[in-house]
């Protein structure tokens, strides 16, 4: 079993940053695990923000957030972050850490993750 645990939201102005970080336990990671940011607002779909490799620490990337943020791991602390920088109003959704038991191409699909964190509230005002 894994337990995720997300820490890190708040409330900032528009351009701010903040740094999300999710700790991992229960199961070491293999190297087919993927580890994500998805985040939801009431009425829509969980929407994919990033994505990383855990192996090789490949990175992937919504267009909305490209270039903006960042997710990288730590693997000696089986923790995966989330470096939020230019925020905007439109980044306000709870963030949800994600992690995947196999490999799986399709890394932008909620549907592919086994394991999920609590999430976490970030807000951004104009």
């Known amino acids: 079993q894994v337990q995720l645990v997300e820490s890190g939201g708040g409330l900032v102005q528009a351009g701010g940053s903040l740094r999300l970080s999710c700790a991992a336990s229960g199961r070491s990671f293999s190297t087919r695990t993927t580890m994500a940011w998805f985040r939801q607002v009431p009425g829509k779909e969980r929407e994919f923000v990033a994505a990383?490799?855990?192996?090789?620490?490949?990175?992937y990337y919504a267009d909305s957030v490209k270039y903006r943020f960042i997710i990288s791991r730590d693997s000696a602390k089986n923790t995966v972050y989330l470096q939020m920088n230019g925020l905007k109003p439109e980044d306000t959704a709870v963030y949800y850490c994600?992690?995947?038991?196999?490999?799986?191409?399709?890394?932008?699909?909620?549907?592919?993750?086994?394991?999920w964190g609590q999430g976490t509230q970030v807000t951004v005002s104009s």
């Open positions: 990383i490799r855990w192996s090789a620490g490949s990175t």
């Open positions: 994600a992690a995947s038991r196999f490999y799986y191409s399709s890394y932008y699909a909620s549907s592919q993750y086994d394991y």
